[in-house]
């Protein structure tokens, strides 16, 4: 009598069925941190990926700032000597670099870099800061735990 084994069959059925139920949890993580992910450009949002990967399911997002946004921390220059944080509307999303007539202002202890304008008056661009205190903007554990529920479904079935 010969004994023949289907156990080769029976673990690629359990790898493959365990490899589609994790990538249905990376894909309901991902949506929602996605959502929850904090908004100015949007460009965080659009770094989000998942792979599955041998012990589970690795979400990730690929920008410098995103662990800074999901575990707050503090920041600091590095290669000036403050941060230069825009305080004028027109001065968001640029560098003291890009204007060509600025010029520091101390104020109450504060410094300043601002530019004049027609009628004489400084026009304040940016506060400089040795540091900044960021605080935490969750997104990516707080998906994780709006979907727990549905993850343990996802496993059990």
Request: hydrophobic fraction near 45%.
């Amino acid at each position: 009598m010969k004994f023949e084994s289907n156990m080769s069959s029976v673990f690629t059925q359990i790898t493959t069925g365990m490899i589609h139920k994790l990538e249905r949890i990376g894909e309901l993580v991902l949506g929602d941190a996605v959502i929850l992910a904090p908004v100015d450009l949007g460009f965080l949002r659009g770094q989000g990926s998942y792979r599955v990967v041998e012990d589970g399911v690795r979400i990730a997002f690929n920008a410098e700032y995103a662990a800074i946004q999901e575990f707050g921390g503090e920041i600091k220059p590095v290669h000036k000597k403050n941060l230069a944080i825009p305080i004028d509307d027109s001065a968001k999303h640029k560098s003291p670099g890009e204007f060509n007539n600025l010029f520091i202002i101390v104020a109450k202890e504060h410094l300043y870099l601002a530019m004049d304008q027609p009628n004489g008056e400084p026009r304040f661009m940016f506060l400089l800061v040795k540091k900044v205190q960021m605080p935490a903007h969750p997104y990516l554990r707080p998906a994780v735990h709006k979907n727990l529920n549905n993850i343990l479904r996802i496993l059990a079935a």
